[in-house]
Each structure stands twice: as C-alpha cells, then as structure tokens.
C-alpha cells in the first residue's frame, strides 16, 4: 500500500472531520472496522478450535490402537486394474488390486481386495489391518493424519469468517451506494426548483 493510498483510508476514517464526508461513508469506515477486528479475533478461536480436533483424533486413533493391528497376509492372485466407484474426479479412475489371505485368530482363512504397488505379484505378502476378531478395518490415522485435518478444520473456520465478514460488507456498500444514487436524483430533481438555478 502506497503512502496515497493510506492517507486516503484515513481520510475516510469514521473520526474523520471533513465536512464533505457523508453519512454514509461513515457507516461503510465503521462496519470494515469492525468486521476487520472480527475477522482477527476469529483467529485464536480457530486455533482453539483446530486445536480441540486435532486432540480429538489423536484420541481417537490411540483407542483404535487398542483394538486393531497390522497383520501380515499373501496375495493368493496376481493385481488387476478395476474401476473405483467413489473416485472424486468425474473420470473413471482405476487401481491395481488383488486378493489378500491370512488367518484369523480363530483359525480360520480371511480374504480381502487389497491395492497392490506396481510390480506386486502373486505370493507376495503385503500389510492389512484387522480388529480383535480378525475382521478387516481401516488403518488408525497417523499424528500427520490428524494435523492435517485439523489445520483444515481450523482454517474452514477462519475462512468461513472472512467470507462471510467480507459479503456482510458487501451487502453494506451495496445498500449505501444505492441510498446515495437515490439522494443524489432526489437533488437533481430539486436543483431547478431552487431560487437562482434555473433548469433550461
């Protein structure tokens, strides 16, 4: 920002004395003020806020832990590229996968489609996670894992405020603007009414 550019923000401070300063003006100064200050003060409370998550899933991941472990199992086929279903992008997109075996605390044989890494064959013996009974779950996030989500979480929080911050302001402007517009008409229309300004 230039040394013009911050005098003329001055200038249009709500303090400001200058008599050509609407009140309209003053109204827009007051509300970026505040929702400048709010947006700043949203900043701790989204740390806290990311904060609280990120102990959260840690706790998380800490009891699942407890109830689940990496168990070793074999590729009893070769890797074949099938389509996933719940792929985010709109294309079809594929993975290497292959059917895992291992036994169960029981006794007993489990399988399961795991994804395979290029060059994975039969025999090979990959990692898959399963509970106390032998039954196949998802892996417990890492403390990476839940940083991540939580410096997400937390800047959702912030960003949502600024957006918000910024289209109430918006909204403000708008509806100033059009106030003025219409003061300004209503005096054009007055101006050929008043004594010693004749309207030809």
Known sequence: MTTDQALRWWRLAPWSRNPLMR????CDSVVAAVLITFVLIVVPFAAAFGTVTYTG?????HAELQTR???SAVLIDDPRQVVVADAPSRSPETQDRATAQWTAPDGTLRSTAVETTPGTQSGDTVTVWVDTNGNVVDEPR???QNAAIAVSAALTVWVAAAVCSLLLYSGVRWM???NRMRQ??????DLGRRPGWPVS
């Not at 899933?57 to 991941?61: A, F």
């Not at 300004?184 to 229309?189: S, Y």
């Open 184 to 189: 300004w008409d209503r005096e054009w229309k």
């Open 69 to 71: 472990h990496a168990q």
């Open 23 to 26: 009140a309209t003006d003053r």
């Open 57 to 61: 899933l840690n706790e998380r991941s």
């Open 142 to 144: 890492s403390g990476v």
């Open 176 to 178: 100033n603007g059009r």
